[in-house]
């Protein structure tokens, strides 16, 4: 129940097209949604968060929809470029609680 | 700039050779955690510090012990480490159960 299904595994995205990462959780007590960003040999970079009482939350070309009757949110890269290409970890939090549960990670490739 | 900076940011040691990783944060936060993270996987934690309330995984092995001292500070001490103890190791903090930072990790080699 504590665990947060991530997928694809790895995702292949033309420049100028979307990537979309999907989430999903069964821990109902989860109040906090964050998406982090890893390159290579570098520590995981808050990118956005959203938390259930809103569906979507905008930040540049990164947007968080969130289906909170499903159990889902996703991330979405609008106009996808070479420097996006990372692995992106989703991560879940009940509420009055510190620790973050991972989802498994996405490796995006943007290809020109 | 409010960061987290962990040092070293390499680490070789010896099979069963003590070594510590250190962590300091200027960000004032007063919950700092450890994460084993090897390649591929998500982070894994191992223990978190809620102000000086230490809480360990259940899954972390006793090969595995942190100090902190202070605020600031905070240490990742591997008794005796094995080769499969190589990995990244990151330090996170947080201001009580908000965002978590992440320190650009110290990637550790056991030969």
């Known amino acids: 129940q504590q665990q947060v299904k991530q997928s694809p595994q790895s995702l292949i995205v033309q420049k100028g097209g979307i990537s979309i990462i999907n989430c999903a959780y069964e821990?109902?007590?989860?109040?906090?949604f964050p998406w982090y960003q890893q390159f290579p040999g570098k520590g995981p970079a808050l990118l956005i968060a959203?938390?259930?009482?809103?569906s979507e939350k905008k930040e540049g070309r990164f947007t968080i929809s969130f289906n909170k009757s499903a159990k889902q949110f996703s991330l979405h890269i609008m106009d996808s470029q070479p420097g996006d290409s990372a692995t992106y970890f989703c991560?879940?939090?009940?509420?009055?609680?510190?620790?973050?549960?991972f989802g498994t990670g996405t490796r995006l490739t943007i290809i020109p | 700039d409010a960061m987290v900076i962990q040092n070293p940011r390499y680490q070789v040691t010896q099979f069963g050779k003590p070594v510590t990783l250190s962590c300091s944060q200027t960000?004032?936060?007063?919950?700092m955690y450890w994460y084993q993270q090897k390649s591929s996987q998500a982070p894994k934690l191992l223990f978190h510090?809620?102000?000086?309330?230490?809480?360990n995984e259940a899954d972390t092995p006793d090969n595995f012990q942190s100090r902190r001292p202070n605020t600031s500070f905070c240490f990742l001490d591997i008794r005796s480490p094995g080769l499969g103890d190589a990995a990244m190791y990151l330090c996170?903090?947080?201001?009580?159960?908000?965002?978590?930072?992440f320190g650009p990790g110290t990637r550790l080699t056991v030969t």
């Open positions: 996170a903090t947080s201001r009580n159960t908000y965002e978590q930072y």
């Open positions: 821990n109902t007590a989860f109040d906090y």
């Open positions: 959203i938390r259930p009482d809103v």
């Open positions: 991560a879940a939090r009940g509420f009055g609680n510190e620790k973050l549960t």
């Open positions: 960000l004032n936060h007063n919950v």
């Open positions: 510090y809620y102000d000086k309330d230490f809480n």
